[in-house]
């Protein structure tokens, strides 16, 4: 049986020029699985795998949220943390057009455009985590640390 060839996506690609260490991850895409599909095909804790969510507040700022799979994001909790009146997640398209991933498929990684990012707080307590490699059906792992290296996120505590 040969192993699946990885996708060279923009996230591998700013990975790879950071000198991130990360493996990769093919699993069978099913729409709606979300996070508990990624968990049961690769056999990790959902709380593992971690949510690339695309958001932005009342003003239209977009921004990235991570989260653990198994959590949801307190949006009033972020509003009021970002000092906004609403932050709410980016319909697809919006989504689409802010990080030029297809939803399903988002990286924090190699986005399109550079947005602030906000990670649930006890991510950073992960030795390693399990996040979207930037195309659906396909998520790499790589230490949480250099996750956060990479990305200088404000760490937060929204998880609902």
């Given at each position: 049986m040969t192993k699946a060839r990885a996708p060279v996506t923009q996230a591998v690609r700013a990975l790879r020029a950071a000198g991130v260490a990360f493996d990769d991850h093919p699993y069978t895409y099913v729409e709606g699985g979300g996070t508990a599909q990624v968990a049961r095909e690769l056999g990790v804790a959902e709380h593992l795998v971690i949510k690339t969510l695309i958001m932005e507040d009342d003003r239209g700022h977009p921004m990235i949220v991570l989260m653990h799979g198994d959590r949801q994001v307190s949006t009033k909790e972020l509003a009021r943390l970002l000092g906004a009146k609403q932050v709410r997640p980016c319909d697809p398209t919006t989504a689409d057009r802010h990080s030029g991933?297809?939803?399903?498929?988002?990286?924090?990684?190699?986005?399109?455009?550079?947005?602030?990012?906000?990670?649930?707080?006890?991510?950073?307590?992960?030795?390693?985590?399990?996040?979207?490699?930037?195309?659906?059906?396909?998520?790499?792992?790589?230490?949480?640390?250099?996750?956060?290296?990479?990305?200088?996120?404000?760490?937060?505590?929204?998880?609902?």
């Open positions: 991933y297809q939803v399903g498929g988002t990286s924090p990684f190699g986005t399109r455009r550079s947005m602030p990012v906000y990670c649930e707080a006890t991510i950073a307590e992960l030795p390693r985590i399990y996040i979207n490699g930037g195309k659906r059906g396909y998520v790499v792992s790589l230490a949480s640390a250099d996750a956060l290296r990479l990305l200088a996120p404000t760490l937060v505590h929204v998880a609902a």
